[in-house]
Nanobody, 126 residues
């Protein structure tokens, strides 16, 4: 079992930046691929970004490619999402998630992730 707690959300103007953090406790953090998902108002939860156990492989949704960066620090049991050039369409609750199954290709599928945080709200004003 692993517990995930997100932080770093808030209100920011369009064009601004935020960095989300997700602290993990419990079983070995470095055994999990980690992902970020978001749920915009009235929408399904969607994939944002993922990184491999070492952080050496990453994957991004087209909508955030070039603006968001996922990274992790296994010594601190933490995964980050640096979000730059934020747009009002990025307004959502952001969730971090962990997957304990090794995959050659990082999963973008919500159901492939076993552990979830409680979410943190990001609001981007125009």
């Amino acid at each position: 079992q692993v517990q995930l707690v997100e932080s770093g959300g808030g209100l920011v103007q369009a064009g601004g930046s935020l960095r989300l953090s997700c602290a993990a406790s419990g079983r070995t953090f470095s055994s999990y691929d980690m992902g970020w998902f978001r749920q915009r108002p009235g929408k399904e939860r969607e994939f944002v970004a993922a990184c491999s156990r070492s952080g050496g492989r990453t994957s991004y949704a087209d909508s955030v490619e070039g603006r968001f960066t996922i990274s992790r620090d296994n010594a601190k049991n933490t995964v980050y999402l640096q979000m730059n050039s934020l747009e009002p369409e990025d307004t959502a609750v952001y969730y971090c998630a962990g997957s304990g199954i090794y995959r050659l290709r990082l999963s973008v599928v919500r159901n492939d992730y076993d552990y979830w945080g409680q979410g943190t709200q990001v609001t981007v004003s125009s």
